[in-house]
């Protein structure tokens, strides 16, 4: 359902993706591990188009971008609603509530009626946790907290493809597991996630798949249990030496 086929990026004389091919099927939970600069947090950006690549096709169900041609920002913007992105810093307003916040997507980009966003965006609080504190401003809810309103705002937009960028690396250590918690419970109800994360724990509970990125390039990939315990390459090797 979502396929990468021959992705280039580069900033300017420094190329980052070289030629990323990979494909997600639906229900499928892909892992990007690799070292810092390695390429992840970009190719997550080209998923969501954030940042445009050199070149190569992106396809999500029946959409595709093609970026050997010329691409218009129609075509990117239906393709992107159909990701749904939680980065590393939450990026909530701070002048909205926990519900205001999830259901600003759906009121202003899809034009649903206001009352009928907040019973959706009650009811996605409510799945990740948070329906006690719907009415909570983002300075009174802790760093996982924060997260956890991320992934329903994420969620409002209905997406296809859920695109997570380190999403626990900038929490304090107790509370990184209630937001990886929430995210094991999205993949257990079958949703499509592309998770950049340096947490092995994760990777090896949920991941389908996962994938070894350095200098731009997939250097190694394969089931979890397979890439942890006996790892093909040396650079893979060497990297999970590192973390362990
Ligand atoms: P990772 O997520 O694996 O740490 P990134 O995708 O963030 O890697 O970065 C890969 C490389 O691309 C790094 O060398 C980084 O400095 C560079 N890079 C990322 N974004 C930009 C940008 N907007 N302009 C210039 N260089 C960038």
New binding site residues.
Partial sequence: MLSIKNLHKQ??D?V?LDGIDLNVETGKVVVVI??????????LRCLNVLETPNKGELQINNKVLDFSKKVTKKNIQAFRKQTGMVFQTYNLFPHKTAIENVMEGPVIVQNIPKQEARNKARQLLEKVGLGDKIDYYPYQLSGGQQQRVGIARALAMEPEVMLFDEPTSALDPELIGEVLQVMKELAEEGMTMVV?THEMGFARDVADEVIF?EGGHIIERGHPADMFSRPSNSRTKEFLNLLS
């Fill in positions: 900033f300017g420094l980052v690799g070292p810092s600069g390695s390429g992840k947090t970009t190719l950049v990125m």
